[in-house]
């Protein structure tokens, strides 16, 4: 299976501020199609995660734009422009180019 | 609107038995890939298994720590995802999220069931 780490696991932020998390991947993410099946999501305390990044580079819908992703092959970046208070949570990366499945340990984002 | 309620989670012993459904609704779900995920408690996201649409046979897969043990099945006619839990161990507690596949990811979770396993 692939294994995804991320760094930090925990990050202290300052709200209005950038924030960025990496994540790595065991193995090259790009498929044989071409694409990238690298995606970030987000769970805030109590609430099951949800999808902010899909395909390396595009955002869900209703996912604000301060939010981004980059990255190729075996690193990867999500960013935060400006830190808003709603962003507090654990911030998984997930691959989804090689079966199965397999999601990063989290990145824990405080205040 | 996208909507996945799951439901059915408890407290059981270890070695018994329990199921878990996953409610639909605002999609088709015979259309739809979709996952079980579950996360122990104060731990991440562990994939636990999937179903396939029906247009390529209902097929299932499962990840090796519950292979043989779960199985993932699908009511179209009461648009319901169903996860049967055998001979489970204390390391299955965690809550169970269903989960749909789109775009090469999960884009819409339900908001989980807690199942404990314990003496």
């Known amino acids: 299976d692939i294994v995804m780490t991320q760094t930090p696991l925990s990050s202290p932020v300052t709200l209005g501020q950038p924030a960025s998390i990496s994540c790595k991947s065991s193995?090259?993410?790009?498929?044989?199609?071409?694409?990238?099946?690298l995606s970030w999501l987000h769970q805030r305390p109590g609430q099951p995660p949800r999808l902010l990044i899909y395909?390396?580079?595009n955002r869900f819908s209703g996912v604000p734009d301060r939010f981004s992703g980059s990255g190729a092959g075996t690193d990867f970046t999500l960013e935060i422009s400006r830190v808003e208070a709603e962003d507090v949570g654990v911030y998984y990366c997930?691959?989804?180019?090689?079966?199965?499945?397999?999601f990063g340990p989290g990145t824990k984002v405080d205040i | 609107e996208v909507q996945l309620v799951d439901s059915g989670g408890g407290l059981v012993e270890p070695g018994e038995s329990l199921r878990i459904s996953c409610a639909a609704s605002?999609?088709?779900?015979?259309?739809?890939?979709m996952h079980w995920v579950r996360q122990a408690p104060g731990k991440g996201l562990e994939w636990v298994g999937r179903?396939?649409?029906?247009?390529?046979?209902?097929?299932?897969e499962y990840a090796a720590p519950v292979r043989g043990r779960f199985i993932i099945s699908r009511d179209d006619s009461k648009n319901t995802v169903s996860l049967q839990l055998n001979s489970l161990k204390t390391e299955d507690t965690a809550v169970y999220y269903c989960?749909?596949?789109?775009?090469?990811?999960?884009?819409?979770w339900g908001r989980g069931t807690l199942v404990t396993v314990s003496s």
């Open positions: 989960a749909r596949e789109g775009s090469w990811t999960f884009e819409y």
């Open positions: 997930m691959q989804a180019t090689h079966f199965p499945f397999t």
């Open positions: 193995q090259s993410l790009v498929h044989s199609d071409g694409n990238t099946y």
């Open positions: 179903i396939k649409s029906r247009s390529v046979g209902d097929t299932t």
């Open positions: 605002g999609f088709i779900l015979s259309n739809a890939y």
């Open positions: 395909m390396l580079s």
